[in-house]
């Protein structure tokens, strides 16, 4: 099982930018797609994008689109989310997961084995 360690979080203004880092450990890292989740409070758990075990596809929720940008570097065991024209919205902790795939991009929390502790953005307006 990969444990997944992430970084980067903190608070930013509206329209600001923040790059979250994931480093794994403990497993064979090209056996995982990578996907990066949301959780506001009171609010589910939500998928905002993933990518696959190579880096060449990636999917984005509706809310990421144009603004988030993820990727990956296999030789650093390490997924990016870089987040650029940030809004209050956005605020929430934002979460790292792996799952076994070595053909798709995971966007279902459900197939995530493996989870992060998390790391807490905040944007003001």
């Known amino acids: 099982q990969v444990q997944l360690v992430e970084s980067g979080g903190g608070s930013v203004q509206a329209g600001g930018s923040l790059r979250l880092s994931c480093v794994a450990s403990?497993?064979?890292?090209?056996?995982?797609?990578l996907g990066w989740f949301r959780q506001a409070p009171g609010n589910e758990r939500e998928f905002v994008a993933g990518?696959?075990?190579?880096?060449?596809?990636?999917r984005y929720a509706d809310s990421a689109k144009g603004r988030f940008t993820i990727s990956r570097d296999n030789g650093k065991n390490t997924v990016y989310l870089q987040m650029n024209s940030l809004k209050p919205e956005d605020t929430a902790r934002y979460y790292c997961?792996?799952?076994?795939?070595?053909?798709?991009?995971?966007?279902?929390?459900?197939?995530?084995?493996?989870w992060g502790q998390g790391t807490q953005v905040t944007v003001s307006s």
């Open positions: 997961a792996a799952g076994f795939s070595r053909v798709a991009v995971l966007t279902n929390r459900n197939d995530f084995r493996s």
């Open positions: 403990g497993g064979t890292f090209t056996a995982y797609a």
């Open positions: 990518v696959n075990w190579s880096g060449g596809s990636t």
